[in-house]
């Protein structure tokens, strides 16, 4: 029905704007509904309801070509760019290690998974192309390392088809949600569990000081030089990658063919890669004081509009053909939480930690920030520089961990 581009992108961001306004209401009602249902997961549905019931179509549309391209790799580097290494150092290496750790869950979860359900239920994993799940399961990696910049990375990278890409976005959200739900009610019963891990939670106060001063001392109001900077970092590193990407890929595919299995002759992997690594060199320059003006945040406003315009490409009727799915998903999940509990056990490491390294990887910032606050307000920043190193290592973790998916398959 709708078939202009200016026009489907104006409703995108309408309905962006209506779920994040309905969202913040303070009303009963709405509060009981967004903890049923998170606003994440409308931002993707109710563009695949559009798609689904033809009143716009994402397979003709060149909204998610552009801003794949240009507003993805801008916002990797917002993210990253404010990595703070001296606060995180601050935090002691608990929390680094329970983020490591759960990064390296995920990397063995998904195979592990893979393999089992192989085993039970073949048909599951089946598929050839662009349907072979292995691929699928290579952008929830990406976003489970990660987050949402990182699992569309890896679905450049891998292309899975507009399908089985619309299945995973479906195991991704709801098994991550059910996730979250265990570890916020893991949050009110905290000291129980520090209690069966054997671990000594005190240096969590001295976080708590330590981020508020943070926060006074830094936060700013935005002036319009700043949100200029932002722009110029964000576009001006996509640029760069684009240039250099340009020349790497067709270089090793005219050279080194043999790499085109490995993906490593794809042009969006190297701008992706790219400016990844740009936004890590530029977090140790002055640079990294545009995060105390927003940078993270505009970089989220970048991540939603490219939410939105991958749902508009999705068939919301393929969620239930595969339902097996969601097996992989459960027991991905599982592997991961048995491995951080286990090396948390082992370390002493507050649950605190654990879940805001769990979360900072299975949800991002947003969802990791809401973890942390759920143990204190004023620790809400800890997910989030947990979660800027989960964008900082995504691409390339579950990059990997598709490579592993894939040997898994195809040997």
């Known amino acids: 029905m709708i078939s202009n581009d200016a026009t489907v992108f104006g409703l995108l961001l309408v309905i962006l704007a209506l779920v994040f306004y309905s969202a913040s209401l303070p009303g009963k009602g709405w509060q ?3 903890s049923v249902i998170p606003p994440l997961l409308l931002c993707y549905f ?5 798609n689904t019931f033809g009143i716009i179509n994402g397979v003709t549309s ?60 073949p048909e599951t994993v089946v598929g050839k192309g662009s349907d072979a799940v292995w691929r699928g399961l290579a952008t929830i990696a990406g976003s489970w390392i990660g987050g949402g910049a990182n699992q569309t990375a890896l679905r450049e990278v891998f292309q899975p088809s ?18 979250m739900a265990f570890l916020i009610y893991g949050a009110g019963v905290s000291s129980k569990i520090d209690k069966w891990l054997k671990a000594d939670s005190t240096e969590i106060d001295a976080v708590k000081e330590h981020m508020d001063t943070e926060n006074k001392v830094h ?48 042009n969006f ?9 740009i936004g890590i060199i ?20 970048f991540l ?5 315009t991958i749902g508009m490409q999705m068939d919301l009727g393929a969620v239930a053909d595969n339902p097996g799915l969601f097996a992989i998903g459960i027991i991905w999940i599982l592997v991961h939480a048995v491995v951080l509990i286990a090396v948390c056990r082992w370390l002493r490491i507050p649950f605190f930690f654990l879940a805001v390294g769990s979360q900072a990887n299975v949800g991002g910032s947003a969802s990791a920030s809401v973890v942390a606050a759920s143990f204190h307000p004023s620790l809400a920043p800890v997910g989030v520089l947990l979660a800027i190193l989960g964008y900082a290592i995504g691409t390339y973790g579950g990059y990997i961990t598709a490579l592993m998916m894939q040997w898994v398959i195809e040997g």
């Open 162 to 179: 507009d399908k089985l890409f619309s299945q995973m976005v479906a195991v991704d959200v709801l098994v991550a949600e059910l996730w």
């Open 304 to 308: 939603y509009i490219l939410i939105a």
């Open 46 to 50: 109710i563009p695949g309801l559009l």
């Open 32 to 34: 009981r509904f967004y």
């Open 282 to 301: 530029l977090s140790g320059t002055p640079l990294r004081k545009l995060e105390y003006v927003g940078a993270s945040k505009m970089g989220s406003v």
């Open 62 to 121: 060149q909204l998610y070509p552009v801003v794949s391209r240009f507003l993805l790799p801008a916002c990797l580097v917002l993210f990253t760019i404010g990595m703070d290494w001296k606060s995180l150092t601050k935090l002691g290496p608990r929390a680094l290690i329970a983020m490591l750790v759960g990064s390296a869950g995920i990397m063995i979860g998904g195979p592990t998974a893979l393999w089992l359900v192989s085993i039970v239920s």
């Open 269 to 277: 992997f190297w701008v992706i890669g790219i400016v990844t690594l």
């Open 219 to 266: 936060t700013k109001i935005p002036v319009m030089q700043d949100y200029i900077f932002m722009a110029a970092v964000g576009f001006g590193a996509t640029g760069i990658a684009h240039f250099m990407a340009e020349r790497i890929s067709p270089y090793l595919l005219a050279n080194y063919p043999t790499l085109e299995k490995y993906s490593l002759t794809s």
